[in-house]
Nanobody, 130 residues
Framework: QVQLVESGGGSVQAGGSLRLSCAVS????????VGWFRQAPGKEREGVAA????????NYADFLKGRVIISQDNSEHTVYLQMNNLSPDDTAVYYC???????????????????????WGQGTQVTVSS
């Protein structure tokens, strides 16, 4: 079992950048697929990027490739989401989630589904103003 705590959200102007953090605690001896999701008001939760902690393999949702980078610091058990060139459409609550095993992906594209993730953080708000 793991616990996830997100941080790093806030308000930023369009064109700006933010780095979100997901601190993973608990049974960190196992390897997990750690994914970042977001949910905008009135919209369904959608996947952004995912990383397999065992080898650092990274995968991205197609529509965000090139604007976000997911990474990890193994020593800190933290997974980061660097977001660049933000727009008001990126305004959402961002969640990290984890599940034991590999991320479902192909050639760097993440085929996410929220039901596949067992552990979730509480979310961090990102607001982008124009």
């Amino acid at each position: 079992q793991v616990q996830l705590v997100e941080s790093g959200g806030g308000s930023v102007q369009a064109g700006g950048s933010l780095r979100l953090s997901c601190a993973v605690s608990g049974d960190t001896q196992k390897s997990y697929c750690v994914g970042w999701f977001r949910q905008a008001p009135g919209k369904e939760r959608e996947g952004v990027a995912a990383l397999y902690t065992g080898d650092g393999e990274r995968n991205y949702a197609d529509f965000l490739k090139g604007r976000v980078i997911i990474s990890q610091d193994n020593s800190e058990h933290t997974v980061y989401l660097q977001m660049n060139n933000l727009s008001p459409d990126d305004t959402a609550v961002y969640y990290c989630a984890a599940d034991a095993g590999y991320c479902r992906s192909y050639a760097g594209t993440w085929f996410w589904h929220t039901d596949e993730f067992t552990y979730w953080g509480q979310g961090t708000q990102v607001t982008v103003s124009s």
